[in-house]
């Protein structure tokens, strides 16, 4: 991926930056431009909370080349508690303890990087809610 | 105008290498190893955790306690001696992900192990000066240490992050006294491209280690006119177990101002996170006018020593990020040696 590429997904990647329609109220990440509720315009910007709990969730042994090295890794999708889902690797846990429900926060990781001499791509991966 | 620490966070990596398992691999003795360093085992980061994920995860702590808006940070600095770039900032990445770009001043430091301190030292200092009104130091390593090497059994990840401010109403402890001790002295060094560090074996004891601590934590006592008795608590860099315990002897200092930031027997040394990460141990626990003293140690050589007095509102300011004891003793998981080189890049992979 060209740096300029996730250059523009960094309020995503690394703030959460969502959109809240301002007419009904309807939650979007990444933002829209136009509401598919009320189809307004008009959206405020916030960072989601990084919490939220498995939707479902797998075990990719055979990625694309940029992920070769990461394999084994679980992959969920999240249900956020700013109500939004967002597809996601799981890691710091051990495949078994990773179920449907199972509460998660997204911590700052490197997802993957160019080579030796490329950039490295940083964002958000979910790990298990420990107390 | 009091000038002090108003949010600190701290993160620790989850997995964890006992001294025995690196030890069977080089047919090593463990038990003399856990004896001399004083250290049973240590942090490991995973393949994607780096000094600036550490960062992030420990301004993010920061940020919680100190209730701010994270624009309203003027500066931020991260030290460390594995930054992942060699030209790039890390703390350009840290200010993006908190949120704190784009009126924020910003530098990587290096300094061997003190370089945390020096972001520290700086972010004070621009807030007293009112160049700033609130400026952030972090303190980070994943430190890499020569397979078979005795820097293999304690060079760890960890990271700490402390935010400066003024607000009377946010202090959680103000900073009374600084102090710098430095000169060029050649214990322990890494030269371009060099993939591990060097030392100079037992020279970095006593006229490095010892004599760089020593001269600071004598020349801000003499500073501020107190004694080691007139504080609660004392942390000092820790490489090993048996540093701190033994340059606080030689300071006048007992073990139980010692042991509450002694984290290294199970952390390891996190090198730039080494002091830091024992500061906030002890914010973590620190009652409302508790005097601590803090002085890293950097090769090189260099200490930078604080005196702080703890504030009422450490107690309600404290649980709203995780404690650095329940990232160190909870949640962990062991690693055996070949997981561990997989995940520290020891092994050569096909091009």
């Known amino acids: ?91 710091d846990a051990d495949f078994e303890e990773i179920r449907i429900g199972l509460p998660v926060k997204l911590e700052f990781r490197r997802v993957y990087s160019e080579g030796d001499a490329g950039v490295i791509n940083y964002g958000y991966k979910a790990v298990p809610v420990r107390s | 105008m009091a000038v002090g620490i108003i949010g600190y966070g701290a993160h620790i990596p989850r997995r964890r290498i006992k001294v025995e398992e690196i030890a069977k691999v080089w047919g090593a003795d463990a038990p003399s190893y856990k004896r001399g360093l004083e250290l049973r085992e240590k942090s ?41 770039y060699a030209v790039k900032p890390s703390g350009a990445t840290v200010a993006e992900a908190i949120g704190a770009t784009p009126d924020c001043h910003c530098a990587d430091f290096e300094f061997a192990c003190k370089a945390g301190s020096e972001g520290m030292f700086v972010a004070h200092g621009l807030v007293k000066a009112g160049l700033v009104k609130y400026g952030m130091g972090i303190g980070a390593d994943t430190s890499q240490g020569a397979p078979g090497d005795a820097l293999e059994y304690s060079a760890a990840a960890g990271a700490a992050a402390f935010i400066m401010g003024s607000d009377e109403e946010r202090l959680l402890a103000t900073i009374d006294e600084t102090h710098s001790f430095m000169t060029d002295t050649p ?48 942390v000092f860099h820790q490489p090993n177990g048996k540093f701190p315990v033994r340059v606080g002897k030689m300071l006048g200092f007992q073990r139980e101002q010692i042991d509450t930031g002694r984290l290294v027997p199970t952390l390891g040394n996190t090198y730039s996170g080494s002091s830091p990460l024992g500061l906030t141990a002890v914010l973590d626990v620190a009652d409302p006018g508790d005097r601590v003293l803090m002085c890293s140690y950097g090769s090189g050589a260099g200490s930078d020593a604080f005196i702080l007095t703890v504030k009422e509102r450490i107690r309600e300011a404290r649980d709203r990020a995780p404690q650095t004891r329940w990232l160190l003793d909870e949640n962990i998981r062991y690693v055996e040696y070949g997981e561990y080189a997989k995940l520290r890049r020891k092994i050569r992979l096909a091009e």
């Open chain 2, 44 to 84: 490991v980061p995973g393949l994607d955790e780096d000094t600036i994920t550490l960062s992030v995860e420990a301004a993010r702590n920061a940020l919680l306690r100190a209730g701010i808006d994270a624009r309203e940070i003027g500066c931020i600095y991260v030290g460390s001696e594995s930054h992942p």
């Open chain 1, 1 to 91: 991926m060209p740096p300029a590429r996730s250059w523009r997904s960094y309020p995503q990647t690394y703030r959460l930056e969502a959109g809240r329609c301002t007419s009904c109220g309807a939650v979007y990440f990444p933002p829209r431009l136009i509401c598919s509720q009320c189809k307004g315009r008009e959206f405020e910007t916030f960072s989601m909370k990084r919490t939220g709990k498995v939707l479902t969730h797998t075990v990719i042994r055979t990625p694309s080349a940029a992920f070769a090295g990461d394999a084994p890794f679980a992959v969920a999708i999240v249900e956020m508690d700013d109500g939004v889902r967002l597809t996601t690797q799981v890691v």
């Open chain 2, 187 to 234: 214990d322990f060094w890494r030269r371009e491209h060099q993939y591990y560090p060097m030392h100079g074996g037992r020279f970095t004891g006593e006229p490095a280690y010892f004599r760089t601590v020593t001269g600071a934590v004598k020349a801000i006592l003499e500073k501020s006119n107190l004694q080691p008795a007139d504080f609660k608590y004392a």
